[in-house]
């Protein structure tokens, strides 16, 4: 008779040849809770996301601007939507993580706790906030967790086009009058630093980073993509003619990098403790709709308990 | 670019003041739809209620180019949505109203949608080749709208007891907005002589039959009340449609003569 395989070497061997690992295979629990957080975390972004863009869709200065905005926050629910589907084949419900989102156990990416003040930070979300998301996201489309990995390659795509429309925004007011170049350097003032501080704490501060990245969850470390993102940044800032809030921004030859100044790790940390600018009105926004919502859900359920719909032209 | 026909300088001006009302109609509508977005309910319905307003975003992209090219006065769709102050706009004054909660703003969209998907089905044989192309097209999205919000008004009037409260009531605040969508006036009437639009009073019979139809299923009364407010075609709106474009115009107005 075969020996049961130990399941634990099993999952080892898989991830170290870079297989899948599915919902229905053996996990470690640590593995399962990690993913857990990490996914539904990402799935809150994208709802809470909306928000600080969707404030700027009835204020759109075009129609095909308002078009393309209202088209690319509502992908966002997409991503979300896709996000919650692929955590709950970890066995949690969309419901439950949505409550701990609402009762601050789960987190979202901090970011978007910073407000949106002018049509330029439109542009700006898009070039740099997509762009640092693309980073991140991109090695995620080879993530072990084959549900997350798929998922993240539907993402990505449409990742790839919000960061073009944010960058023509970005150009169309940069080349603009003299107002509409001082908004969108305005616009980068204020969103550069935050951006930066999206890859999360540096390495040596970052308490999660070595065991995700022996699970081939994560592929790279934050540094690292903090550092690609700004080197590929600073060009398409000359680009715009553009100038990137930082004195201590320069070329080292000799790292084949860009350096660049320290970031404000006060700051970040408060924001992820809940004193960002908007942390509270994001926060609300999100229990108000879901509150305001509830009898909607009742009414929904109780309809399908009676009868099925089949309502026909 | 549309390859326009020339009618004579009366049927004309009807024409591009009908073409006005249709795009307004669907921007205004549109841009409360995108108001919800990020608010919903539901995820689901969140998305769905972009897609409602996507497409009659696009709708009325579609109406302001044809509308601008009839004119022959060298304005953009652009310059028509952002640069009319609320009297030169046209919409009719159901689609202005705030959205409040979601029984409100489904109940709105049910009313608008049952007019609108008999309209673009008359338009769509208009005599005019490119009114027939843009509602041909339009009638596809404007079905599932239809669908939607239909559904929606059976599933909340036959839901709970607070849904049906709270759909009858928004139906009982917007049923005095219905009585302008199918009154004709005298720009109907020019056009409808002309071969380019259609009898709206045909256009009554058929909405009072599906609505009846979807407000039994969904087990409401309606309203008794016979006052219709109107106004909107006639660029008289209600006090909301100011706030509206308050909010849309800000940055055209505030930085004019820019590109965006």
Same mark, same amino acid.
């Given at each position: ?62 129609? +095909? ?214 942390? +509270? ?33 | ?6 009618? @004579? ?85 159901? %689609? ?22 008999? !309209? ?17 097209? @339009? ?6 709208? !239809? ?5 929606? *008004? ?8 607070? @849904? ?31 071969? !380019? *639009? ?15 139809? %979807? ?46």
């Amino acid at each position: 008779m075969m020996q049961t395989p130990d399941p634990q070497l099993l999952f080892d061997l898989k991830v170290a040849e870079e297989q899948r690992i599915e919902p229905k295979d053996w996990m470690p629990e640590p593995y399962r809770r990690t993913l857990i957080r990490q996914i539904s975390q990402h799935a809150h972004s994208e709802i809470v996301g909306m928000l600080p863009e969707g404030n700027w869709i009835t204020r759109a200065p075009s129609l +095909r601007r308002k078009a393309v905005l209202l088209a690319k926050v509502q992908d966002e629910a997409g991503h979300g939507l896709y996000l919650y589907s692929a955590a709950e084949t970890l066995g949690v419900s969309r419901e439950q993580m949505i409550a701990d989102l609402h009762s601050g156990k789960a987190k979202y990416s901090s970011i978007f706790n910073y407000p949106t003040l002018s049509w330029a930070d439109m542009g700006a979300i898009g070039w740099l906030v997509d762009g640092a998301a693309i980073m991140n996201q991109v090695p995620l489309c080879r993530t072990s967790y084959g549900p997350y990995a798929r998922a993240m390659v539907r993402i990505c795509k449409e990742e790839s086009f919000h960061q073009r429309q944010g960058y023509e925004i970005m150009m169309t007011l940069a080349k603009g009058s003299q107002e509409q170049k001082a908004m969108a350097q305005d616009a980068l003032n204020r969103w550069w630093w935050p951006v930066l501080m999206m890859f999360g704490p540096k390495d040596d501060e970052s308490p999660n980073t070595a065991q995700s990245m022996q699970w081939k969850i994560k592929r790279f470390s934050n540094d690292e993509l903090r550092q690609k993102f700004v080197d590929a940044t600073v060009p398409q800032a000359e680009y715009l003619d553009l100038t990137i809030p930082d004195p201590d921004l320069k070329w080292n030859e000799a790292r084949g990098h860009y350096d660049f100044g320290a970031i404000n790790w006060e700051e970040f940390w408060e924001v992820v403790k809940g004193n960002g600018p908007c942390n +509270r009105q994001r926060l609300e926004a999100r229990q108000k709709a879901h509150a305001e919502g509830e009898w909607v859900r009742e009414a929904a359920m109780a309809y399908a308990k009676k009868r099925v719909m089949s309502y026909e032209l | 670019m549309f390859d326009t026909k020339t009618y @004579s300088s009366e049927v004309n001006q009807a024409l591009c003041d009908y073409l006005l009302r249709l795009a307004d109609s669907s921007l205004i509508l549109g841009h409360r739809l995108s108001e919800w977005c990020g608010h919903g309910p539901i995820l689901e319905q969140d998305i769905a209620m972009s897609n409602l307003a996507l497409d009659l975003i696009g709708q009325a992209r579609n109406w302001y180019q044809l509308a601008a090219q009839q004119a022959g006065l060298g304005q953009t769709e652009d310059d028509l949505a952002y640069l009319r102050d609320a009297p030169q706009y046209r919409n009719v004054l159901l %689609v202005e109203q705030p959205n409040g909660d979601f029984g409100q703003t489904v109940m709105r969209q049910f009313l608008f949608d049952a007019y609108h998907y008999y !309209l673009l089905q008359k338009l769509g044989q208009s005599a005019d080749e490119n009114i027939a192309a843009i509602a041909q097209k @339009s009638l596809k999205e404007v079905t599932y709208h !239809l669908k939607w919000s239909s559904e929606w *008004v059976i599933r909340l009037g036959d839901g709970t007891e607070e @849904s049906q409260r709270r759909i009858q009531t928004a139906l009982n605040n917007l049923w005095e907005f219905t009585g302008e969508l199918s009154k004709p006036d005298q720009t109907d009437e020019i056009l409808h002589a002309a071969g !380019l *639009v259609p009898d709206l009073r045909k256009i009554q019979a058929d909405w009072q039959n599906r609505v009846l139809s %979807v407000l039994t299923e969904a087990t409401l009364q309606i309203p008794t009340r016979t006052w219709m407010q109107k106004g909107g075609k006639e660029g008289i709106h209600t006090e909301h449609l100011g706030y509206i474009l308050a909010e849309m115009q800000f940055l055209q107005r505030a930085y004019p003569d820019c590109e965006w």
